[in-house]
């Protein structure tokens, strides 16, 4: 048996930099655990390389797997990519009404790249490849492999919240793509929640079960990446003596960024004692930087950090240490090293690996995270919070830096027990062997 995955980027690319073509690896959970598995079992990567000089390397050989580039146009990368997957299914997805763009044009384009994916998976498989299709960009893909007579068996893992079925029914392609989606063998989420919700929106569509076996199976992390020895260690001289809370996102409006700046400010008028007694490290990785809404969005957490700052800065102390920009994972793991709190508080996510990273690199740090994090139902010991309400994140925040030791260590272990049973080879094992 040999696998074929699949997924919309790659986990490597390549760019050109003046004279020279850079190679570039696109770190991730989901990568770096796919790439894991094809490194044991052997294989094919399908994805769509997006890299500046991506073209001259349509095919690659690395170790142990093939690794093939569909190239898109400039059209289909705007249809399929901007405009569907991200100006539709993200949005709906993550409940925000408000700000899907329905546009039956760039469902067509989706559509399409959906099937130039297909035909190039087609063109791959042998007789015993399973064919493991990764996440909301390639909803379609199924469907189109079922048309041109492909019985392989298809695992499809979904990577992001699955909303309940009235939301759902608003998407006008809703039956198309759960049809599609169904046509696979095994259907996985990250939670039983998600899991219950489209075997529920199916129903609701279709009065019947779905087709595929669907299963609730969290992705994990690689814990000997993750650690506190490959931590290096960082000078902080300014912010030593203080407790440190710690923060990094990509920017999105489905991170609540805006309220956990607002919630730092509550505690500071609440707790005015804690002035000068901690630092919030608040990183945020640039993304989609020519959209409008995020140079918007960009630009009102910066000037309510500054809001925020001004307010309550002394000569010798800052609240806030804001950082825009993308950090090395060497410098990550140190943040988590240092970080007494952890505040994850996205308004909704589909898992959340950050959590995940923090607790198995950590041995002093309080985790916080919103109950809307997917990962926070297998994560019982962390603080959880409603990141709506900003008195409960300014409570935990002060309820994590006056933690006993004792207590900080018992949930502490606890949690490192979770993330180290359930890492990323125990996640791809669970998965394959489900078509085992």
């Not at 994916?117 to 492999?145: C, G, R």
């Not at 529920?200 to 019947?208: D, G, W």
């Not at 985790?367 to 603080?383: M, Q, R, T, V, W």
Request: net charge positive; proline share 3%; aromatic share 14%.
């Amino acid at each position: 048996m040999n696998y074929l995955i699949v997924t919309n980027s790659c986990p490597f690319s390549h760019d050109k930099q003046g004279n020279k073509i850079v190679t570039t690896s696109n770190v991730g959970g989901v990568a770096t655990a796919l790439k894991s598995m094809l490194e044991k079992f052997g294989g094919t990567w399908i994805c769509w390389g997006r890299g500046s000089a991506d073209e001259n390397f349509c095919e690659e050989k690395y170790n142990n797997y093939t690794l093939k580039r569909i190239m898109l146009t400039r059209r289909e990368r705007q249809g399929f990519y901007e405009e569907y997957s991200n100006g539709v299914l993200w949005p709906l997805f993550h409940y925000f009404r408000d700000k899907i763009k329905f546009m039956p044009v760039s469902y067509k384009i989706y559509n399409e790249v959906n099937k130039k994916f297909a035909k190039e998976i087609s063109q791959n498989i042998e007789n015993n490849s399973v064919i493991w299709i990764n996440d909301y960009q390639l909803t379609m893909v199924p469907f189109h492999l079922r048309q041109m007579d492909i019985k392989n068996k298809i695992i499809f893992t979904w990577h992001i919240p699955w909303v309940s079925k009235e939301f759902y029914s608003i998407l006008p392609e809703g039956r198309d793509i759960i049809q599609s989606l169904s046509m696979s063998d095994v259907l996985t989420f990250h939670t039983k929640l998600y899991t219950n919700n489209f075997t529920e929106t199916y129903r609701f569509l279709f009065n019947e079960k779905p087709h595929s076996k669907v299963y609730s199976i969290p992705l994990g992390i690689d814990t000997s990446f993750f650690s506190y020895e490959r931590a290096r260690k960082i000078k902080y001289d300014g912010i030593a003596n203080k407790k440190i809370i710690f923060s990094i996102d990509r920017l999105d409006y489905t991170k609540g960024l805006i309220n956990r700046v607002l919630a730092i400010e509550r505690m500071l008028k609440k707790f005015p004692e804690l002035a000068g007694k901690f630092v919030y490290v608040m990183n945020v990785t640039p993304s989609r930087t020519n959209v409008p809404e995020y140079i918007k969005m960009k630009k009102e957490i910066e000037m309510t950090v500054g809001r925020v700052n001004g307010e309550f800065s002394t000569m010798s102390w800052t609240p806030i240490i804001y950082m825009y920009r993308k950090i090395k994972d060497s410098t990550l793991l140190s943040y988590y090293k240092i970080a007494d709190v952890a505040l994850i508080t996205p308004l909704i996510d589909g898992l959340n690996l950050v959590s995940k990273e923090f607790i198995s690199v950590t041995r002093k740090g309080v985790l916080i995270i919103s109950k809307f994090a997917g990962s926070a139902c297998y994560l019982n010991d962390a603080l959880h919070v409603n990141p709506y309400n900003l008195d409960e994140i300014a409570d935990a925040i002060v309820t994590a830096i006056n933690m006993d030791e004792g207590e900080k260590y018992d949930r502490l272990q606890k949690l490192k027990m979770e993330v180290q049973k359930k890492d990323s080879t125990w996640w791809y094992k669970k998965i394959i062997s489900k078509v085992a």
